[in-house]
C-alpha cells in the first residue's frame, strides 16, 4: 500500500485541490474584499462632488453671511472671518450626518466689499 | 501504472475523477494558481486605477487650492501695501488650510504688478495682478476747482451733473462771444466750498520714484540683449524666454506678440514706432529716452509705454494700458478701454519739456487721465467731441469741452478763445459723475495712505 502511495502519484489531486483552495481563500477572498470596499467606498467620486459643490459656492461670490446648506448627500458650510479690510471666506462640505469630518476644505481671501 | 489506479482516493466511485485524471494529471493547482494570477491582476488594475482617479481627484483639489492661495496671496499683498509704497518688495502669506502663497511686487508704469504663487501640497499655481488704489473723497465730485481765486462760469452748453467744489467766488453763468448764455447755473448737484473739500495733493515722492525707476531701467540696459538692425523688427522674433531687449533708435516694431505669464521690456534710447496694424498683448513694457508713436490700427492691451519726451497714439485700440510721459496725445480715433492710465508727469526732471497731456476729437478714453507739472501753464486738455469715463486730474489747467463722465479734479478750467485766456470757464463740456459706475481704481499717485486694490487680474 505505501509502496503504491510513493510510486504513483493517486491521491495529488486532493493535496493539490486543497492547496489551491488554501490558496484561493488565503489570497483571492480578501482581494476580492479589499477591491469591493475600495470600489464601494468611491472615495474619488465622493470628492470630486464635494470640490465641484465647494467651488460652485466660491464662485457665487455672495459674501455676505455665514451659512449651512443641504445639497443631495452633502452639507456645504460657509464661514466668514474678518481680517482688517479683508476677510475670509471658508467653504467645508462634509457628509450628511458627519459634520466632523469635512470631505474638503476651501477658503481664500478677498476684499471686503466697498 | 495505468489511469484507472490514479484519482482520488476515498471515493467509492471515481470513475468521473479518474477520468479526467486520466488526461489533466495535477492541473488543479496550475489553474488556481493561474487564476489567481489573472484575478490578482485584474484586482491590480481596478484598485490601480481607482488609486490613480483618487490621486487625480485630490491633485485637483490641491490645485483649486493652490489657485485660491495664490489669489489671496495677491490680496494679502494688496492689504499690505498702500499708495506710498515704494520698491520691490516680496513676501510669503500662510493660510488657513496649510496653504501658503510666495508674493512679489514690482513697479508697473504708475500701478504695481503683483505676482503670487500659492502652493497646496506638491502643486503651484501663479496668479497675477495690478494694483491701484481707490480714489478718495475728493473724486466723488463732478468737478473740483482748486484755484479758489477764480469763479467757475458756465457758457455756451456745458453742463455738470453732480456735486462742485468751488472757491468762495461761486458759480455763475457768463456771455461769450459764439455760443449761447445759460439762463440758469447747470448744475444738477450741490456747490460747496472747496475748504470743506481739500484739493487732493499729489504724492510727488512716489512721482519721482516712477521717473527715477524708468530712468535706472533704461541706463541699465546696456546689460541686456540688443538688436543690431534698425527698421523694422518683427515682434515674433522674440522668444518667450527672453524678458529685456534693446531696440535701436528709429525702430518700427510690426507683427504682434503675447506675454501673458512673464513681462517683456523693450528699452530704445531714441524714438520708437508701434506700426499700423501691429498687436502688443501682455506684460509688455516699451521704455525710450525720446518719442513713442502708436500707429493707425495697433492693437495694445495690458502694456505699459513710457518716454521720457512724448507718447502719440493714432487711430488705435487701447485696453489695459498705461501711457507715461511729459506730453501725450491721443489722437481721433484713438479707443483707450478701461482700465487705461494715461499721465503727463516729468519722468526726468534734469530735461524738463512742457507737458500736455490732450484728449482729441474722435478719441474715448475710459480710465484716469492725469497731468502733474510743475508749471501753472501746462494743460490737460479734453477736446470738443471726445469721451472720457473715469477719474480726470491736473495739478495746472484743465480744458474741458468734451464729454466727462467722472469727476474732474483741476487746479484751474481753461481755454483760449482769441484773443483771450478764460480761466475758471467751461464752454462746451458736460461732465456727468451720476453716471460713473461703482469700483472706479486710480493711479495710487496721491498723498496720503490710500488702500490698494486689484484693477486687474492678468
Redesign the interface.
Known amino acids: 500500500m505505501t509502496k503504491?502511495l510513493v510510486?504513483?502519484?493517486?491521491?495529488?489531486?486532493?493535496v493539490?485541490?486543497l492547496?489551491?483552495?488554501v490558496?484561493?481563500l488565503t489570497?483571492?477572498i480578501p482581494?476580492?474584499f479589499?477591491?469591493t470596499a475600495?470600489?464601494f467606498d468611491r472615495?474619488?467620486?465622493t470628492?470630486?462632488e464635494a470640490?465641484l459643490l465647494a467651488?460652485a459656492q466660491?464662485n457665487t461670490q455672495d459674501y455676505r453671511a455665514s451659512g449651512e446648506s443641504v445639497h443631495d448627500k452633502y452639507t456645504v458650510n460657509t464661514e466668514i472671518e474678518l481680517l482688517?479690510?479683508?476677510m475670509?471666506y471658508?467653504v467645508t462640505v462634509t457628509g450628511i450626518g458627519r459634520p466632523s469630518l469635512p470631505i474638503?476644505?476651501?477658503?481664500?481671501?478677498?476684499?471686503l466689499p466697498? | 501504472m495505468d489511469g484507472s489506479e490514479r484519482g482520488i482516493r476515498g471515493f467509492r466511485d471515481g470513475s468521473g475523477l479518474r477520468r479526467i485524471g486520466k488526461s489533466e494529471e495535477g492541473y488543479a493547482l496550475p489553474s488556481i494558481l493561474m487564476l489567481v494570477t489573472i484575478l490578482s491582476l485584474v484586482a491590480f488594475s481596478v484598485l490601480s486605477l481607482e488609486y490613480l482617479e483618487r490621486k487625480s481627484a485630490m491633485l485637483d483639489v490641491a490645485r483649486i487650492k493652490a489657485e485660491y492661495a495664490a489669489q489671496s496671496g495677491v490680496q494679502c499683498m494688496a492689504a499690505e501695501l498702500d499708495s506710498s509704497a515704494r520698491c520691490d518688495s516680496a513676501r510669503e502669506f500662510m493660510f488657513y488650510d496649510g496653504c501658503r502663497a510666495s508674493v512679489r511686487v514690482i513697479p508697473w508704469g504708475a500701478l504695481y504688478l503683483v505676482t503670487s504663487t500659492g502652493y497646496s501640497a506638491k502643486v503651484q499655481s501663479i496668479r497675477r495682478a495690478t494694483l491701484a488704489a481707490g480714489p478718495g473723497e475728493a473724486f466723488s465730485l463732478a468737478l473740483a476747482l482748486g484755484n479758489t481765486s477764480h469763479q467757475l462760469v458756465f457758457t455756451g452748453n456745458s453742463s455738470i451733473t453732480g456735486d462742485v467744489a468751488v472757491g468762495p467766488g461761486g458759480v455763475s453763468t457768463g456771455q461769450l462771444h459764439g455760443y449761447s448764455t445759460p439762463t440758469v447755473v447747470p448744475i444738477q448737484g450741490h456747490v460747496t466750498n472747496l475748504a470743506a473739500q481739500s484739493f487732493p495733493k499729489i504724492d510727488l515722492d512716489r512721482i519721482h520714484f516712477i521717473g527715477n525707476y524708468y530712468r535706472n531701467l533704461l541706463r541699465n540696459s546696456s546689460h541686456t540683449s540688443a538688436l543690431e538692425t534698425s527698421g523694422i523688427v518683427s515682434l515674433r522674433a522674440i522668444s518667450d524666454s527672453l524678458g529685456s531687449l534693446v531696440i535701436p533708435p528709429g525702430t518700427a516694431l510690426s507683427d504682434s506678440i503675447a506675454r501673458p505669464d512673464e513681462p517683456l521690456y523693450i528699452y530704445c534710447s531714441g524714438n520708437v514706432a508701434i506700426g499700423s496694424n501691429s498687436r502688443l498683448i501682455g506684460m509688455v513694457s516699451v521704455v525710450c529716452s525720446d518719442s513713442i508713436l502708436i500707429a493707425s490700427g495697433a492693437v495694445v492691451s495690458g502694456c505699459v509705454f513710457v518716454s521720457m519726451k512724448g507718447i502719440r497714439t493714432e487711430s488705435t485700440s487701447l485696453a489695459s494700458t498705461q501711457l507715461i510721459s511729459p506730453r501725450i496725445v491721443l489722437g481721433p480715433g484713438c479707443r483707450a478701454s478701461y482700465p487705461c492710465i494715461a499721465y503727463s508727469i516729468q519722468l526726468d526732471p534734469a530735461q524738463a519739456t512742457s507737458q500736455t497731456l490732450l484728449i482729441a476729437q474722435g478719441a474715448t478714453f475710459e480710465g484716469f487721465a492725469g497731468l502733474v507739472s510743475p508749471r501753472g501753464d501746462d494743460a490737460l486738455e479734453i477736446a470738443s467731441g471726445s469721451r472720457v469715463k473715469g477719474a480726470v486730474f491736473s495739478s495746472s489747467r484743465l480744458t474741458m469741452d468734451g464729454d466727462l463722465v467722472g469727476s474732474a479734479l483741476a487746479a484751474d478750467l481753461f481755454f483760449y478763445e482769441a484773443p483771450t485766456s478764460y480761466f475758471g470757464w467751461m464752454r462746451s463740456g458736460s461732465i456727468n459723475r451720476v453716471s460713473l459706475p461703482k469700483g472706479l481704481l486710480i493711479a495710487p499717485t496721491f498723498e496720503g495712505k490710500h488702500q490698494l486694490s486689484v484693477l486687474e487680474w492678468l
Open positions: 503504491t510510486s504513483n502519484e493517486s491521491g495529488y489531486t486532493l493539490e485541490t492547496v489551491a483552495m490558496i484561493f489570497v483571492l482581494l476580492g479589499g477591491v475600495y470600489l472615495k474619488a467620486e470628492l470630486r470640490v467651488e466660491m482688517g479690510s479683508l475670509e471658508r474638503v476644505v476651501l477658503s481664500k481671501i478677498i476684499e466697498r
